[in-house]
């Protein structure tokens, strides 16, 4: 079956540095997405990776290790609006997207 | 401003009760598709389309249908066949040949049965 881990749960303090990781087992791969979700509210795209690496925006940044089946997003700088649960989706041989159940990330001042 | 609309935002709904779950987007997105979030859970796909006229079950189809008249429009009917319909429902659209398929969300519609 196809399957995506992330923690559930994660905290952090304001000003920190946070990685939150996610590792896959998917019947092909065609890239990693990040999003973002406030409660309540709807989810907002943060990254994509489909090759190996660093990918850097801004605060933010993805890493890929595709014979790992791994990716971590790693959050610099952390404020209290990035209170949120961040999700990690997968987008399989058949370009179906495949979610993790999300890792609510909670920041203390 | 461009953007994908979803009504209503929250909704109640007796037991044996079908209810319709609106979506538009003016985006000018061809695929649309709707996703069930349940607590501690991934997103669950239901329902896409691809195209006007045209769309396919996903993984968890049973007890909802959906129609795709126009662009524009995709809503979901959340049936009295579904055993246990109370959970966030969210619509997306990507735009025609993304190189990514990000998918661009609405705000969701929340729904309760009593």
């Known amino acids: 079956g196809q399957n995506i881990d992330q923690p559930t749960e994660m905290t952090a303090t304001e000003g920190a540095i946070v990685q939150i990781n996610c590792t896959y087992q998917?019947?092909?791969?065609?890239?990693l997405f990040w999003y973002q979700q406030h409660a309540g509210e709807a989810p907002t795209f943060l990254s994509y990776n489909v090759l190996d690496g660093l990918e850097e925006k801004g605060r933010f940044s993805s890493f890929l290790s595709r014979s790992k089946g791994y990716s971590y997003l790693l959050l610099k700088e952390l404020q209290m609006k990035d209170s949120a649960s961040y999700l990690c989706?997968?987008?399989?041989?058949?370009?179906?997207?495949?979610w993790g159940a999300g890792t609510k990330l909670i920041i203390k001042p | 401003d461009g953007g994908i609309t979803q009504s209503p935002k929250y909704l109640f709904r007796k037991e044996g009760q079908n209810v319709t779950l609106s979506c538009e987007q003016n985006?000018?997105?061809?695929?649309m598709y709707w996703y069930r979030q349940d607590p501690g859970q991934g997103l669950r796909l239901i329902y896409y389309?691809?195209?006007?006229?045209?769309?396919q079950k996903g993984d968890i189809a049973e007890g909802y249908s959906v129609s795709r008249e126009k662009k524009e429009s995709f809503p979901l009917t959340v049936t009295s066949a579904q055993k246990n319909p109370t959970a966030f429902y969210l619509c997306?659209?990507?735009?025609?040949?993304?190189?990514?398929?990000?998918?661009?969300f609405g705000e969701g519609s929340r729904l309760t049965v009593l």
């Open positions: 989706a997968v987008l399989d041989s058949n370009y179906q997207l495949i």
């Open positions: 389309s691809q195209i006007v006229n045209d769309f």
């Open positions: 985006l000018n997105h061809d695929a």
């Open positions: 997306a659209s990507t735009p025609p040949g993304s190189d990514t398929g990000e998918l661009f």
């Open positions: 998917t019947s092909g791969f065609n890239g």
